[in-house]
């Protein structure tokens, strides 16, 4: 009979922000596959746990599924872990998700912490509705183009954002979004977790201003007050050119005014 694999999310930094219910799945398995198995031996040691780890991350995700898929197939119980939160959601597992779905294995999520849903609920942005984007591209012409082409979304935007790159970061948004409001979760559930809220030159100036920026990081940008407006779009960059605003700038400007995608209204000007 195969085996089954338990996805099971691990705390993101404070240590009691695991469920009992991961406990007794991580005790009552037959292996661990996590990404760094000195991160999780931690985790086990700390809960008194000695179970056999294999590493799973980024490097061997492809030659390891294979190997993973095989030991379910044989009866083998997996509880796959990432160093932090939930497995999947910006780590690595997919495959062996869908390699074991196809092989007719069994998986069985174990929910518990998640970044993304903690700097949400605490934010004090829209819950209503929200997208998770993951990392934003490191380069700046990639991370302004990835901006724009979300400008359209009437929701909460969630990101994933390296300590080194959030000024820059901030400072893309700031160029984009204009005066949306933006939400700086950082060191979540740790000893120094804070929130900075204010528009991204605020959240930023913020920033700057400390010796060095550390710690995990999750970005939020919370919807735009749009402006209403009846001048149709034609008009309103043809003014805006009359003003002597290059065609592309004006176009990106109405765009932002109006929540729009520069794509949108480029197709409707030309």
């Known amino acids: 009979m195969p085996g089954t694999l338990y996805l099971v999310a691990t705390p993101i930094g404070n240590l009691e922000d695991i469920t009992l219910r991961a406990l007794r799945v991580l005790r009552e398995a037959d292996l661990v596959a996590c990404e760094d ?42 509880a796959l872990v990432s160093d932090a939160g939930t497995p999947l959601v910006s780590d690595p597992g997919y495959r062996l998700v869908t390699a074991s ?10 929910p518990g912490a998640s970044a993304v849903l903690s700097a ?13 984007c993951g990392f934003l591209p490191p380069k700046q012409g990639q991370r302004k183009k990835a901006l724009e082409t979300l400008l359209g979304e009437d929701c909460t935007l969630i990101f994933y954002e390296a300590p080194h790159r959030i000024l820059d970061a901030l400072a893309d948004i700031a160029a984009v979004y204009v005066e949306r409001p933006v939400v700086v979760g950082r060191e979540l559930t740790k000893l120094h977790e804070e929130f900075l809220r204010g528009t991204a030159d605020e959240v930023r100036a913020q920033l700057a201003a400390r010796p060095s920026v550390k710690g995990e990081i999750v970005l939020l940008i919370g919807k735009g007050a749009l402006v209403a407006s009846d001048t149709p779009i034609e008009d309103a960059v043809r003014e805006l050119e009359q003003k002597g605003v290059p065609r592309m700038d004006a176009i990106k400007q109405v765009a932002r005014e109006r929540g729009l995608s520069k794509r949108d209204v480029y197709k409707q000007v030309t």
């Open 37 to 78: 198995t000195r991160q999780t031996g931690k985790l086990l040691a700390h809960f008194g746990i000695d179970k056999p780890m294999v590493s799973y991350h980024d490097h061997n995700e492809a030659s390891r599924t294979q190997e993973l898929v095989a030991k379910l197939d044989g009866g083998t119980n997996v």
């Open 120 to 132: 949400l609920s605490g934010a004090g942005l829209p819950t209503d509705a929200f997208r998770f």
């Open 101 to 110: 779905l196809a092989a007719g294995i069994s998986v069985v999520p174990i």
